[in-house]
């Protein structure tokens, strides 16, 4: 209880009212320089930690509290010419993760910290071009394959949770903005954490207002000796905001993605894994707090054991907030410590309320399976892996203020507690997000 008075406290105190402070744009002939300040905050407390295993680097260690802190002053500039622009963006990341280290134990130590570059890049557009190089973001649709190229280690990014680098570390991007197709070619290098990636790729999509959004990827993964990925080629199709003319408050979402090629960190074997989902949205904009329902089924292939290629689907570089806090840590105990997108069923059912235009309650119930009777390689005799319940408060002011307050709760089925224990996880957490 105590626990929760804390972090209710910190709530209270950090939310602020409407009236948000901004950095000045200055503007002067066609050049305008626009100034951020950024402060991300994340504590946590897990008890129970792995279903009583306790912490990976502290077996027996069942209770941890985490704080992470980030700071991201950014700068953009525009400047005009006759018949196109030039544009560009730099910002420098200082964050930390401090009390006892993340919670599972696998990511980020206390004491870890990080100062360096996240954004460092120029543009330029000309009629339908846009042509962009350095670090920068990048990401297509939902993030579910492409998001960005982090994994947020405390090694090399001084914190995990609060995901404070989001740029590719460098890159070139064509966009081609025609309606209603449009595209992207695109080279991509990520931090060390995914060991130097480097991606190429190309994307289309067709964009409709009324319609939403299908778009089909093509991507080749070139170097990286990080999860399998060297030597990956992968081809997706997906679509956005899809909307039915019978049922005008309902928007469907799904992707279809088949990784090939050859696992060259595993012996040149075939890749031969796939992984979709589909999810349905239905908002009830006419009652009381405009209650949105949703769900999703994900099917994440596993290896099977008996064969020779590699049918384990690996989650590429995938990322959170595109669409909603769920996407695409699929529940905050075992998407961000356990399972990661890889060899996995989830079901995901979520109910989101909005007792006022800056408020949000959430409620999200997960049903995790493995695909097949394994947890990365460590043999299990069931696929059944845990139930997990999310809690959570949201508060929104424009894009200068976002704050989290969640309880996530999982309960292990036969699976995890082979491999953990069979006490249930507990996480209280907070999450703020202030730009000025």
Same mark, same amino acid.
Do not use: C
């Given at each position: 209880?105590q626990k929760?008075?804390?972090?209710?406290?910190?709530?209270?105190i950090?939310?602020?009212?409407?009236?948000?402070?901004?950095?000045?744009?200055?503007?002067?002939?066609?050049?305008?320089?626009?100034?951020?300040?950024?402060?991300?905050?994340?504590?946590?407390?897990?008890?129970?930690?792995?279903f009583?295993?306790?912490?990976?680097?502290?077996?027996?260690?069942?209770?941890?509290?985490?704080?992470?802190?980030?700071?991201?002053?950014?700068?953009?500039?525009?400047?005009?010419?006759?018949?196109?622009?030039?544009?560009g963006?730099?910002?420098?990341?200082?964050a930390?993760?401090?009390?006892?280290?993340?919670?599972?134990?696998?990511?980020?130590?206390?004491?870890?910290?990080?100062?360096?570059?996240d954004h460092?890049?120029?543009?330029?557009?000309?009629g339908?071009?846009?042509?962009?190089?350095?670090?920068?973001?990048?990401a297509?649709?939902?993030?579910?394959?492409?998001?960005? =190229? %982090?994994?947020? &280690?405390? /090694?090399?990014?001084g914190?995990?949770?609060t $995901?404070?680098?989001?740029?590719?570390?460098? *890159?070139?991007?064509l966009r081609?903005?025609?309606e209603?197709?449009r595209?992207?070619?695109?080279?991509?290098?990520?931090?060390?954490?995914f060991?130097?990636?480097?991606?190429?790729g190309?994307?289309?999509?067709?964009?409709?207002?009324?319609?939403?959004?299908?778009?089909?990827?093509?991507?080749?993964?070139?170097?990286?000796?990080?999860?399998?990925?060297?030597?990956?080629?992968?081809w997706?199709?997906?679509?956005?905001?899809?909307?039915?003319p019978?049922?005008?408050?309902?928007?469907?979402?799904?992707?279809?993605v088949?990784?090939? =090629? %050859?696992?060259? &960190?595993g /012996?040149?074997?075939k890749?031969?894994?796939? $992984?979709?989902?589909?999810?349905?949205?239905? *908002?009830?904009?006419s009652?009381?707090?405009?209650?949105?329902?949703?769900?999703?089924?994900?099917?994440l292939?596993?290896?099977?054991?008996?064969?020779?290629?590699?049918?384990?689907?690996?989650?590429?570089?995938?990322?959170?907030?595109?669409?909603?806090?769920?996407?695409?840590?699929?529940?905050?105990?075992?998407?961000?410590?356990?399972?990661?997108?890889?060899?996995?069923?989830?079901?995901?059912?979520?109910?989101?309320?909005?007792?006022?235009?800056?408020?949000?309650?959430?409620?999200?119930?997960y049903?995790?399976e493995?695909?097949?009777?394994?947890?990365?390689?460590?043999?299990?005799?069931?696929?059944?892996?845990?139930?997990?319940l999310?809690?959570?408060?949201?508060?929104?002011v424009?894009?200068?203020?976002?704050?989290?307050?969640?309880?996530?709760?999982?309960?292990?089925d036969?699976?995890?507690?082979?491999?953990?224990?069979?006490?249930?996880?507990?996480?209280i957490?907070?999450?703020?997000?202030?730009?000025?």
């Open positions: 209880m929760i008075k804390l972090l209710t406290l910190v709530f209270s950090f939310f602020p009212s409407s009236n948000l402070l901004s950095l000045t744009k200055i503007e002067s002939d066609g050049f305008s320089l626009e100034p951020t300040f950024q402060t991300l905050v994340g504590l946590q407390r897990g008890t129970n930690i792995n009583g295993l306790g912490a990976l680097d502290s077996i027996g260690e069942t209770e941890r509290s985490t704080l992470y802190v980030a700071m991201k002053p950014k700068f953009t500039a525009e400047y005009r010419l006759p018949e196109s622009e030039l544009y963006g730099f910002s420098f990341v200082a930390t993760t401090t009390l006892d280290g993340e919670i599972s134990g696998q990511i980020a130590r206390s004491g870890d910290e990080a100062f360096d570059t460092a890049y120029l543009g330029w557009r000309k339908v071009f846009d042509f962009s190089v350095g670090g920068q973001e990048f297509i649709g939902d993030g579910f394959i492409v998001g960005d =190229g %982090n994994f947020n &280690q405390g /090694g090399e990014n914190q995990y949770w $995901g404070a680098f989001l740029s590719w570390r460098n *890159s070139a991007i081609i903005e025609t209603p197709i595209g992207d070619l695109f080279w991509l290098r990520t931090d060390s954490d060991k130097d990636g480097r991606v190429i190309m994307n289309i999509e067709h964009v409709s207002s009324s319609n939403g959004t299908i778009g089909l990827t093509y991507l080749s993964v070139l170097e990286g000796d990080a999860f399998n990925l060297r030597g990956m080629k992968a997706s199709v997906r679509v956005a905001d899809l909307m039915i019978q049922l005008p408050n309902l928007k469907v979402f799904g992707e279809w088949t990784e090939g =090629g %050859n696992d060259k &960190q /012996g040149g074997r890749n031969q894994a796939f $992984g979709w989902y589909i999810e349905g949205q239905y *908002s009830f904009p009652l009381i707090w405009t209650p949105k329902i949703g769900y999703r089924y994900a099917d292939s596993g290896d099977e054991a008996d064969t020779p290629e590699n049918e384990e689907y690996r989650g590429l570089y995938y990322t959170i907030f595109k669409r909603d806090w769920d996407t695409w840590y699929q529940g905050e105990i075992a998407g961000e410590y356990h399972l990661f997108n890889q060899n996995q069923l989830t079901q995901m059912f979520k109910l989101k309320l909005f007792p006022a235009p800056t408020w949000a309650l959430t409620v999200y119930y049903v995790h493995l695909n097949e009777p394994h947890y990365f390689n460590t043999p299990v005799s069931n696929t059944e892996w845990a139930k997990e999310n809690f959570g408060v949201e508060k929104f424009s894009d200068r203020f976002y704050g989290y307050v969640g309880v996530a709760w999982s309960t292990p036969a699976a995890a507690k082979e491999v953990f224990g069979d006490k249930d996880f507990t996480v957490q907070t999450y703020l997000s202030f730009t000025f």
